[in-house]
């Protein structure tokens, strides 16, 4: 039997709930909501879903907390749904890693497309880890295990990094993108891939998260660059074991 994809809506408005459910249901999806982050705790303690579409205006926490700690749980896909239209608190949610941002009046049809987007793109993910899972990168003093999503210096370089960090799905896809491609230039376009109507700041914002993992000086990048107009660049050798 085919994997049924588990969706959760958190939204305090209950005609979005009804209307997000009846779409999402038509296109074969399990979907649970719930109106508080409170309600929606309590249901991640019994099971974790593929992807949460979150509202940011909550009446008990703050919505951009509650999407941090979602995206700290690297297997889960994040969405944001709200009716905050500002460029602060899109590029906000991206940064804490978020997979995509709607902003409420939304079109049902566009949502449906980006959620199958979205999906898609994890299952890339997923495979690319299957693929991988005996090959480890390592380049510039770093080692990066797809199989874990797992980022450690090697020995003692750099010697101010000697911690692991554990990458979000996000994170993974533009840094595997790079590492399959070191010292070529990837334009926006290549590293976006088949994202619907993606907004055009999500790329930077998602390469300075990895950047801060990476580089010294992540306003100073030396293994990750910048060619204005163009796009981004590896600048180191990567060797994969």
């Avoid at 249901?43 to 999407?67: F, K």
Wanted: charge should be negative.
């Amino acid at each position: 039997m085919t994997h049924r994809k588990l969706i959760y809506i958190i939204d305090d408005e209950r005609d979005i709930c009804d209307i997000l459910s009846r779409e999402l249901g038509a296109y074969g999806f399990e979907v649970k909501t719930f109106l508080t982050g409170a309600q929606l705790k309590e249901a991640l303690r019994e099971q974790s879903p593929d992807l949460c579409i979150v509202d940011l205006g909550l009446p008990d926490m703050d919505g951009i907390e509650l999407v941090k700690s979602l995206c700290d749980q690297t297997a889960m896909g994040v969405m944001i749904l709200s009716g905050r239209d500002s460029v602060t608190d899109r590029i906000l949610g991206l940064e804490l890693g978020a997979d995509d941002y709607i902003v409420k009046p939304f079109i049902p049809r566009e949502l449906i497309a980006r959620v199958n987007s979205l999906f898609r793109r994890l299952r890339k993910n997923n495979h690319d880890i299957e693929v991988a899972a005996s090959a480890v990168a390592q380049f510039a003093g770093w080692r990066y295990d797809p199989s874990t999503l797992t980022l450690s210096p090697l020995g003692e370089t750099p010697a101010d990094a000697a911690e692991t960090n554990e990458l979000s799905s996000a994170e993974h896809e533009l840094l595997m993108l790079l590492l399959h491609s070191p010292k070529k230039i990837l334009s926006r376009d290549q590293l976006l891939g088949e994202r619907v109507s993606p907004f055009d700041r999500s790329i930077d914002v998602r390469m300075s998260r990895v950047r801060k993992k990476l580089e010294n000086s992540p306003k100073q990048p030396t293994l990750i660059k910048t060619v204005y107009g163009v796009g981004y660049i590896l600048t180191a050798d990567v060797v994969w074991i």
